[in-house]
């Protein structure tokens, strides 16, 4: 019988008999997770008894079947969410978090996206990373820790969330109606950890002036993301194309322009070109505005121009997170007015109200900023004990020496009063062409990568249980 190790003392026979338990799981691990991914789980409307829709709701009946299969005790929580537990189900517990709830399938796919296919090393299907495949990892883990009749001091909940993807509600019910774990941590983002996500604020720019020159104008689908494509319908005599602008003639003295950009995600501004830049730099270059116009867009164009907000004054720096980003990914017209969506990623040391202030000081009175509500920064010291216990376990089994990271994206952890979210995926090995990545075509799981985060995941249950809480 293994006995939970002091975190980074991992002994041979150790690691043999974890190994040897991962691969005499391997096969029924890779079917229970086909089994899982044959349930289309993307939500839809309540109807009694699956809160999210009825795709979820089997989803996680299927999860919850898969751990009673693999000999574990499941509690199902009113189908928002369900666990898995070992140890006596006590309220002084440890857990883990994924989800079964999943992203439309969308286009592109070569095969069927609810049933997973092996090909080269790689498990394709909807869900074999975000997050089914995680799910099923995590049920092995603690089928591991049943079998071998690890002492526990603190029993375990592997989590399963149904609506994960929109909304987060499973969650939400949870933390209403069930005590908090002890410390939690989520199998639903990158390896190695990310021990801190930035503050989030969405919110919008409305132009003082009325549109007179800029007969329409709209750009970006989305709040969260650099644009790619945005348009105008201009007054004009005669435009030429730009680099990065097309200009065709609508009718006598109206323009059409699209602007191009390189799109991605708003947290991670580096390398994008915003198209809502490249068409106000067009118009203000080709003097296309009437004079309240361009005094608007010489000042909105100065958050495409410095994603970091520093010219619009509200840049912020303190050292944890790496600094404060700042995007409007959707520019839309509003009764005569130009609207341009703003989505803020703040580090510690600034907050919604300062952000207010500042970028309307600047603004003047050429537009009103609004903010909706903002989900606080939140981090974790990487030397805490918990933290200690994840990354050894990575580090010892992978023999790399990471370290955790901080990042400007929201995960389930910011929920918890302790949680990180920590592992499966590694961005650092990328994937040939014909293997997706998560929410688009093809998504892709590498099998050996899952095998290995299995056994990372089953040494962290060790660590952890070897600590007194709260550490
Ligand atoms: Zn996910």
């Not at 008894?49 to 000999?71: C, H, M, N, V, Y």
């Not at 189908?79 to 978090?97: F, K, N, P, Q």
């Not at 970028?359 to 004990?385: I, N, R, S």
């Amino acid at each position: 019988m293994a006995a939970a190790v002091p975190a980074g003392k991992m002994d041979d026979a150790l690691r043999k008999e974890i190994d040897l338990f991962v691969e005499e799981n391997k096969e029924r691990l890779i079917a229970d997770i086909a089994r899982l991914v044959a349930v289309p789980s993307v939500e839809s409307a309540a109807q009694e008894g699956a809160p999210f829709g009825p795709g979820p709701r089997k989803a996680l009946d299927t999860a919850l079947e898969i751990a009673r299969d693999l000999g574990l005790k499941t509690v199902d929580c009113e189908h928002y969410l369900g666990y898995a537990v070992v140890g006596e189900d006590r309220e002084d517990y440890l857990a883990s978090i994924v989800h079964v709830d999943v992203v439309p399938v969308g286009e592109g796919w070569e095969s069927d996206p609810w049933t997973v296919i092996e090909k080269e090393g790689y498990l394709f299907g909807r869900g074999v990373m975000d997050d089914k495949g995680p799910a099923v990892i995590m049920l092995y883990a603690l089928k591991y820790l049943q079998e071998k009749g690890i002492p526990l001091k603190y029993p375990f909940r592997a989590m399963m969330g149904a609506n994960e993807e929109s909304g987060m509600g499973d969650l939400e019910y949870y933390l209403e109606h069930y005590p908090e774990p002890l410390f939690c941590f989520s199998p639903d983002a990158d390896f190695p950890l990310i021990n801190g996500e930035k503050g989030i604020v969405h919110g919008l720019i409305r132009s003082a002036c009325r549109m007179e020159n800029i007969l329409e104008i709209e750009g970006g689908h989305a709040v969260n993301a650099v644009p790619s494509l945005a348009k105008a319908l201009v007054r004009a005599k005669e435009l030429k194309p730009a680099p990065r602008v097309e200009a065709e003639k609508e009718g006598e003295g109206i323009w059409r322009l699209t602007a191009h950009g390189i799109g991605g995600h708003a947290s991670m501004p580096a390398g994008t070109v915003s198209a809502i830049g490249e068409l106000y730099d067009y118009i203000l270059e080709n003097k296309l505005a009437s004079p309240a116009e361009e005094a608007f867009l010489r000042f909105a164009v100065k958050i495409p121009h410095a994603p970091d907000g520093s010219l619009v004054g509200v840049a912020a720096d303190d050292g944890l997170f790496t600094p404060l980003t700042l995007v409007s990914g959707r520019v839309y017209a509003e009764d005569g007015h130009i609207v341009q969506s703003l989505d803020f990623r703040f580090p510690t040391n600034t907050n919604r109200e300062l952000l207010l202030k500042n970028l309307q000081e600047v603004a003047g009175d050429l537009a009103t900023v609004e903010l909706d509500q903002a989900a606080d920064p939140f981090y974790k010291d990487p030397d805490c004990a918990e933290l200690r216990a994840c990354m050894d376990a990575y580090n010892e089994v992978t023999g790399e020496q990471a370290k955790p990271f901080t990042i400007g994206g929201g995960t389930y952890a910011r929920h918890f009063k302790n949680a990180v979210a920590f592992g499966p995926e590694h961005p650092e090995r990328p994937y040939p062409s014909f293997a997706g990545s998560i929410h688009g075509a093809n998504e892709a799981a590498r099998i050996s990568d899952m095998l290995e985060a299995l056994k990372v995941y089953i040494v962290t249950l060790l660590n952890l249980e070897a600590l007194e809480y709260p550490c």
